[in-house]
């Protein structure tokens, strides 16, 4: 199992589950992650799992322009 969202050491049973949960999602759904959030919980983009794409503020806007359902965490 790929051991992206691990931070450091071995990853978890959970994340290794959570990690191939969203490499399936991403086959036929269109998945972001905000670049600056990774960083500032100590991610790179390199830790993301394959198929989920990294966009910056400005590509955060595009989407939001783009997509008119969006999911607010409030």
Partial sequence: CPDHFVAAGKPTPA?????ARLAEAAKDKQLYVLGPDLAARGFTPEQVTPGVKVVDYGGFVDLAVEYHHVQAWV
């Avoid at 994340?15 to 990690?19: G, I, K, L, T, Y």
């Fill in 15 to 19: 994340e290794r589950s959570a990690a």
